[in-house]
């Protein structure tokens, strides 16, 4: 079977495990106080026009969102997401687990805008009721977002000034960054959202690590006490240069940015090809995320030889699927692909 259902079906970029192999009899100290965790921060940093960024390295994307969230807010503080996104559909309630409320708005797109954004903390400034309700504080975006579109810079700046004007940090989920910045039409760089952003996260998970996302807080504030917060949420790893190591590795020579925008360039290969068919799409993506509609006769005859992600019934006979590419996926399993959309 080909795997085209998510970016994180395989190990390992090789060039980490070689790195962990030479260094595999090597002794270091724990809990990502290392060498390595520090080498990979200055790598990441030197990316970001932001040398007072702080880095900090942990194992999973909702451990991170749920974690930099709770240290983030005061109890009776809330979040502001687009209504897809992955802290409110993804991830079993972790966020309103650690006790905040996360304000859903209507996406388009999978994006949500400014002036959603400025309406909804209007609401809360003019409210004769404040300590009855939640505060919002918190914006959390995804770039790119879980439809695999992307904000643009005049979106990014808009939201981070709204935010700025009403007191709220903005939080950007990087799971997927890499493919984000990679894409064709992407006018943000990781300096923006740096710039832009009070904390962020490089996502490993999908981008060819083994493990792990580097969280970058611009806002030295939010950073206070961080690795207590990461200690008593269960996310501190004792073996931490781990993380570092495999960070070090993706960022020392830009091969983060390389091995995701070569993903980008696949999706697009297999976006054509449907496209040629005059397949529709349930949205346009221009990251390695494909949505497609396809008859669910064809889907069971592509489900033989590829695995995608199901999405969602659109109707009697149709259904919406994802085909997603990766740093892993290959040129021949591309072409493979295509041949056989071509014969649809």
Same mark, same amino acid.
């Given at each position: 079977?080909?795997?085209? =259902?998510? #970016? $994180?079906? %395989?190990?390992?970029?090789?060039?980490?495990?070689?790195? *962990?192999?030479?260094? =595999?009899?090597?002794?270091?100290?724990?809990?990502?106080?290392?060498?390595?965790?520090?080498?990979?921060?200055?790598?990441?940093?030197?990316?970001?026009?932001?040398?007072?960024?702080? /880095?900090?390295?942990?194992?999973?994307?909702?451990?991170?969102?749920?974690? +930099?969230?709770?240290?983030?807010?005061?109890?009776? @503080?809330?979040?502001?997401?687009?209504?897809?996104?992955?802290?409110? +559909?993804?991830?079993?309630?972790?966020?309103?687990?650690?006790?905040?409320?996360?304000?859903?708005?209507?996406? @388009?797109?999978?994006?949500?805008?400014?002036? @959603?954004?400025?309406?909804?903390?209007?609401?809360?400034?003019?409210?004769?009721?404040?300590?009855?309700?939640?505060?919002?504080?918190? /914006?959390?975006?995804?770039?790119?977002?879980?439809?695999?579109?992307?904000?643009?810079?005049?979106?990014?700046?808009?939201?981070?000034?709204?935010?700025?004007?009403?007191?709220?940090? !903005?939080?950007?989920?990087?799971?997927? !960054?890499?493919?984000? *910045?990679?894409?064709?039409?992407? #006018?943000?760089?990781?300096?923006?959202?740096?710039?832009?952003?009070?904390?962020? $996260?490089?996502?490993?998970?999908?981008?060819?690590?083994?493990?792990?996302?580097?969280?970058?807080?611009?806002?030295?504030?939010?950073?206070? #006490?961080?690795?207590?917060?990461?200690?008593?949420?269960?996310?501190?790893?004792?073996?931490?240069?781990? !993380?570092?190591?495999?960070?070090?590795?993706?960022?020392?020579?830009?091969?983060?940015?390389?091995?995701?925008?070569?993903?980008?360039?696949?999706?697009?290969?297999?976006?054509?090809?449907?496209?040629?068919?005059? +397949?529709?799409?349930?949205?346009?993506?221009?990251? =390695? @995320?494909?949505?497609?509609?396809?008859?669910?006769?064809? !889907?069971?005859?592509?489900?033989?030889?590829?695995?995608?992600?199901?999405?969602?019934?659109?109707?009697?006979?149709?259904?919406?699927?994802?085909? %997603?590419?990766?740093?892993?996926?290959?040129?021949?399993? /591309?072409?493979?692909?295509?041949?056989?959309?071509?014969?649809?």
């Amino acid at each position: 079977m080909i795997r085209f =259902n998510n #970016d $994180y079906n %395989c190990g390992a970029h090789p060039k980490i495990l070689e790195a *962990l192999a030479v260094t =595999n009899t090597e002794s270091y100290g724990g809990y990502g106080l290392d060498p390595w965790c520090e080498k990979a921060s200055a790598e990441i940093r030197k990316y970001l026009n932001c040398p007072e960024a702080q /880095v900090h390295f942990m194992v999973g994307g909702t451990q991170t969102n749920y974690t +930099v969230i709770s240290a983030a807010l005061r109890p009776y @503080q809330s979040v502001i997401s687009a209504d897809s996104g992955h802290i409110h +559909v993804h991830e079993t309630g972790a966020v309103e687990h650690c006790g905040h409320k996360i304000q859903a708005l209507p996406h @388009q797109n999978g994006k949500i805008s400014a002036s @959603q954004i400025a309406a909804e903390a209007e609401l809360y400034r003019t409210s004769g009721v404040q300590e009855h309700i939640t505060q919002p504080k918190l /914006v959390y975006l995804s770039f790119p977002t879980e439809y695999g579109t992307i904000y643009t810079k005049q979106e990014l700046e808009a939201i981070s000034a709204v935010c700025r004007e009403y007191g709220m940090y !903005l939080f950007i989920d990087g799971a997927r !960054l890499g493919y984000g *910045l990679g894409a064709q039409d992407a #006018d943000v760089t990781i300096a923006d959202i740096a710039r832009l952003a009070d904390v962020f $996260y490089c996502g490993g998970t999908k981008c060819g690590a083994l493990f792990g996302e580097a969280v970058v807080f611009t806002d030295p504030s939010l950073a206070v #006490d961080f690795r207590s917060y990461i200690k008593q949420n269960g996310a501190m790893l004792a073996k931490g240069w781990l !993380l570092g190591l495999q960070f070090y590795t993706l960022f020392k020579d830009g091969l983060y940015f390389d091995i995701t925008r070569k993903a980008d360039e696949y999706a697009m290969m297999i976006r054509k090809a449907f496209a040629e068919k005059s +397949v529709p799409f349930y949205i346009d993506s221009t990251t =390695n @995320q494909q949505f497609v509609i396809l008859e669910n006769k064809i !889907l069971e005859k592509l489900s033989k030889k590829y695995v995608y992600e199901y999405e969602m019934k659109i109707d009697d006979t149709h259904s919406c699927v994802r085909f %997603c590419t990766s740093w892993s996926t290959t040129e021949e399993d /591309v072409q493979e692909l295509i041949r056989d959309i071509r014969q649809l």
